[in-house]
């Protein structure tokens, strides 16, 4: 008698457990206020670009810290400013806690040097990352990011569109969770902590 009350208690204790758990995950994606937590999700593959102080960045880069990347281009003219800028106030950016890398979808216009100007507008701290457009591609698609060019791609004054997907990513290379389109800084700093703190 004494045994099966022994399994039965570890049973009940094993299924509070699971809930408390099941209960714990749930409560995480609701209390998001614009983002969604993919837990362990997506590893996004090995790069080599090159970074707004000409220099080579590798995957290395993501590791040793948490990283926001955001896909954009130099000529854009409302997501990529918009996006910027509300990312640039956040507090987790300003308190270097959280990387922001800036990955170029105009690699045809966007060199080094003008992620470089373009990015100081926001923040100094950013990343800037460009390079060849079949290394680039791999990224985009891995992260399901769409690049379409309009108008003349061999001028100057051609746009692209693209996705305003902002993605965290963890020390690992591993995408944990994401927002499209933030609002305001506050909201978005509350869920980037609040996915880091379930990581």
Known sequence: MKKIAITLLT????????????????DIQQALTDATYLGQG????????????????TKDLLRDSYNLLFFGF?????????TLGIISMIELIVNDTVNLIFVS????????EMIKNYLNNF????????GDEEELAKLWSALGITVHRMD??????YNVTHNGTVFLLNPEGRMIG???HPADPVSLNQDIALMISQD
């Open 11 to 26: 049973f009940i204790l094993s299924l509070l457990i699971a809930c408390s758990n099941q209960q714990e995950d749930f």
């Open 42 to 57: 997506l590893e996004i593959p090995d790069f080599n670009l090159t970074d707004q102080n000409a220099q080579l960045a």
């Open 74 to 82: 130099t000529n854009c003219p409302d997501i990529c400013p918009i």
């Open 105 to 112: 979808v105009d690699p045809l216009r966007d060199s080094p």
């Open 123 to 130: 923040n100094a701290r950013f990343i800037g990352l460009t």
């Open 152 to 157: 003349d791609p061999d001028g100057s004054s």
């Open 178 to 180: 994401l927002t499209n």
